[in-house]
């Protein structure tokens, strides 16, 4: 919602300060299609050039993200928390049980309470992997540690591939709003013998490209380039939690510690507190029995 604010606050404050200095928008309302299917067409053809396809698909989900916020909320955590409460549980009481969760989680009873969890493949996975890694008394809490630190790494870096490529384009888009600006000039040139009131408007309409190139970049794409870093840095910390529940277990510390230890590195503004951690598993130790 905030994002929408800003681009609405951003038009508003920009043109109405035009206007209010006396500026007109004819010039710019009869140059806009013109100077944008320049720049614009620009623009998606060189990140087209400059990108595979699985990045391409990433960044049109990224945009998305700027305008719905980060895909994990507080209640996910609460929920992964318990996920994770009842695999080391489980784990140290029956391993023998755990392996059934963990070889087929889509048929897990114990997944499918998480739906949100479970559709996202490359984190149960994570998660499988780890736990199955551990039952195999791979235990080496330092080997574990830096294994699930790379995967983490991996997978930080993969989600910000849409925001590098956004940037980038940001970075483009003054320069291309300079190649418009340029034909624009090209085309004023060749309409020498025009009066001057005319070859004003055209001079002012390849400015226009100028202008576009410069207000795309710094108002609208490199912020939500930002927007998209913040938010899959921000997702970061809710895969985070894995290590820390799973490295804890490791270190034989109690389950009720390991869920503590991860749920105070959770992001402040959607940490659970510690009572509604308390109740949420309370909840489930009434479920099950």
Known sequence: MSSVFGIILTVICVFGGYLWAGGKMEIILHSLPYEMMIIGGAALGAFACGNDMHTIKATGKDLMAVFKGPKWKQSDYTDLLCLMHELVRISRENPVEVEGHIENPEESALFQKYPRILESTSFVE?????????????????????????????????SLHGAHALQNMADALPALGIVAAVLGV???????????????????GALVGTFLGVFLAYSLVGPMANKVKAIREQE?????????????????????ICIEVARRSAPKHQRPSFLEMEQALKDLKNVAA
Not at 138 to 144: I, T
Not at 186 to 204: H, Q, R, V, Y
Not at 236 to 254: G, M, P
């Open 126 to 158: 994570m998660i499988c992997d780890t736990i199955r890694s551990m039952l195999m008394n791979f235990d080496d809490v330092y080997q574990v540690e830096e294994m699930l630190d790379k995967q983490l790494e991996g997978m930080k870096e993969e």
């Open 236 to 256: 970061h910390f809710f895969y985070a939690l894995i290590r820390e529940v799973l490295v804890s277990s490791l270190h034989k510390n109690e389950t009720q």
């Open 186 to 204: 090209i085309k004023t040139m060749a309409s020498i013998d025009k009066p001057p009131e005319i070859l004003g408007g055209m001079i002012g």
